[in-house]
């Protein structure tokens, strides 16, 4: 079994209709790098109605245990 790591996952989500993108910095628990960024797409293309092509991922870093308890 695979053990869960803490991302941060830092990117923005640019809609047609807004004047500037939103961005964020969100902390997810996966099991792998590519895990996290499709959670990532997930949510916040639920909570905004955003596609895929709209959310753009800018960092995806892996945190230290310690800093995720």
């Given at each position: 079994m695979s053990k869960v790591k803490t991302?941060?996952?830092?990117?923005?989500?640019?809609k047609p209709m807004q004047f500037e993108p939103m961005r964020f910095s969100k902390e997810i628990a996966a099991a792998k790098r590519e895990h996290a960024v499709e959670k990532i797409f997930a949510e916040m293309g639920s909570r905004h109605r955003a596609k895929r092509n709209q959310i753009e991922i800018f960092k995806v870093e892996e945190l230290?245990?310690?800093?995720?308890v």
């Open positions: 991302f941060r996952v830092t990117g923005e989500v640019r230290e245990e310690e800093a995720s």
